[in-house]
């Protein structure tokens, strides 16, 4: 499950980075109120599960502070898919079974395989809501297929 979870994670690196370049390019989207709001959920969620994840503090107000400019949010999004990235490639299948306590959450603890998973498709789901709103502005969304980037990944 290990060699999965760290596609997936990958996968949503280019995925954003790729939705970030999108939006880069297109001068009204790149200011819309709506889309940097989705992008700020979006790398909040990142940054809340990863400090989960490494037992670190979390500030969630300064995380999901409106206001923050596409430049600002890159940047955010760059420092957590390092993080995240790393993470993973620390992990073992040992550790994948271990309860994540979540306290937004009550009953039982997911486990760590299914935290990772969470992010993921969580960011999926509001990838998709941008896109969305990217065609509404006039603007050409990516294709951010998961076999998309399989496809075009070199090989080991």
């Given at each position: 499950?290990?060699?999965?979870?760290?596609?997936?994670?990958?996968?949503?690196?280019?995925?954003?980075?790729?939705?970030?370049?999108?939006?880069?390019?297109?001068?009204?989207?790149?200011?819309?109120?709506?889309?940097?709001?989705?992008?700020?959920?979006?790398?909040?969620?990142?940054?809340?599960?990863?400090?989960?994840?490494?037992?670190?503090?979390?500030?969630?107000?300064?995380?999901f502070?409106?206001?923050?400019?596409?430049?600002?949010?890159?940047?955010?999004?760059?420092?957590?898919?390092?993080?995240?990235?790393?993470?993973?490639?620390?992990?073992?299948?040992?550790?994948?079974?271990?309860?994540?306590?979540?306290?937004?959450?009550?009953?039982?603890?997911p486990?760590l395989?299914?935290?990772?998973?969470?992010?993921?498709?969580?960011?999926?789901?509001?990838?998709?809501?941008?896109?969305?709103?990217?065609?509404?502005?006039?603007?050409?969304?990516?294709?951010?297929?998961?076999?998309?980037?399989?496809?075009?990944?070199?090989s080991?």
């Amino acid at each position: 499950m290990l060699p999965l979870i760290r596609d997936l994670v990958q996968h949503q690196a280019w995925a954003d980075a790729s939705l970030l370049q999108s939006i880069h390019a297109h001068r009204v989207a790149r200011h819309d109120a709506i889309l940097l709001d989705n992008l700020r959920h979006i790398v909040g969620v990142h940054r809340y599960f990863l400090s989960l994840f490494q037992q670190t503090p979390f500030n969630q107000q300064q995380a999901f502070a409106p206001g923050a400019t596409l430049a600002e949010l890159e940047e955010h999004f760059r420092h957590a898919h390092r993080e995240q990235l790393e993470f993973v490639k620390g992990l073992t299948e040992s550790a994948l079974p271990r309860p994540m306590p979540m306290p937004s959450i009550e009953g039982q603890d997911p486990t760590l395989a299914q935290a990772l998973l969470q992010v993921v498709m969580h960011s999926q789901n509001h990838r998709g809501q941008c896109l969305t709103r990217l065609r509404e502005l006039g603007g050409t969304p990516p294709t951010l297929d998961f076999v998309v980037w399989v496809k075009n990944q070199p090989s080991a």
